[in-house]
């Protein structure tokens, strides 16, 4: 049974660029939710999707944007770069929306420079 | 606003001692707390959790004790080993809503 699953593990780029992030849930899951993990931080909430639908945002700007596909699978979007963005980006996976049960994947360390 | 603080960022125990994490909440609306364990390279990975209208739940050697009152959840180890040494976690939500996560403590568990 596969887990959650992220790509890719790392990545470099330049402020003022833009990243996309991907995320397969564990199987049987349709609902996925995103964290951002600064250094020596705990997760925090970004945003949260089911149905294809955003259904919950935690305080992050509108640079950060998500979609979910009909796979349940989603990518997290974050425009124009800011070197505060450098963290570890976390993808969970339930199996409702109202779950508190969350199976994370490894993360995605992104690096701004 | 940190809603959720651990304030111990770090904790070392001998090998077979008890080992005690915790977490207080500052948000009363909160009605289940989770704890996670994490360790490098990894996403955090779920240990356990409890419901607001319980105060202690246990599942082998973890305990959780919340503490409505005070604000205030622990997690108790016993006896430690040396593979509970991670970074611990622990989480708050009010239904339906986001989690909200503290700081982490990292405990290192001596041989």
Redesign the interface.
């Known amino acids: 049974d596969a887990g959650v699953t992220q790509s890719p593990t790392h990545l470099i780029k330049t402020r003022g660029q833009q990243v996309t992030l991907r995320c397969s849930p564990k199987s049987g899951h349709d609902t996925v939710s995103w964290y951002q993990q600064a250094l020596g931080q705990g997760p925090q909430f970004i945003f949260q999707y089911y149905e294809e639908e955003e259904r919950q945002r935690g305080n992050f700007p509108d640079r950060f944007s998500g979609h979910q596909f009909p796979n349940y699978s989603s990518e997290l979007n974050v425009n124009a770069l800011l070197l505060g963005d450098s963290a570890l980006y976390l993808c969970a996976s339930s199996l409702v929306v109202s779950s508190y049960e969350q199976y994370f994947g490894p993360g995605t360390r992104l690096t701004v420079t | 606003d940190q809603q ?1 603080k ?1 304030n111990s960022p770090s904790l070392s125990v001998q090998e077979g001692r008890i080992s005690i994490l915790n977490c207080d909440y500052t948000n009363s609306m909160f009605d ?1 707390f ?1 704890w ?1 364990k994490k360790y490098p ?6 240990l356990i ?1 409890i419901s607001s209208i319980k105060d202690k739940n246990e599942d082998g050697r973890f305990t959780v004790f919340l503490n409505k009152s005070a604000k205030h959840l622990s997690l108790h180890i016993v006896p430690s080993q040396p593979g509970d040494s991670a970074v611990y ?1 622990c ?1 708050a ?1 009010a ?10 403590t990292s405990l290192t568990v001596i041989p």
């Open positions: 959720v651990q289940y989770l996670y390279a990894e996403g955090p990975t779920f959790s976690f989480a939500s239904i339906g809503n986001q989690f909200y996560f503290g700081t982490g």
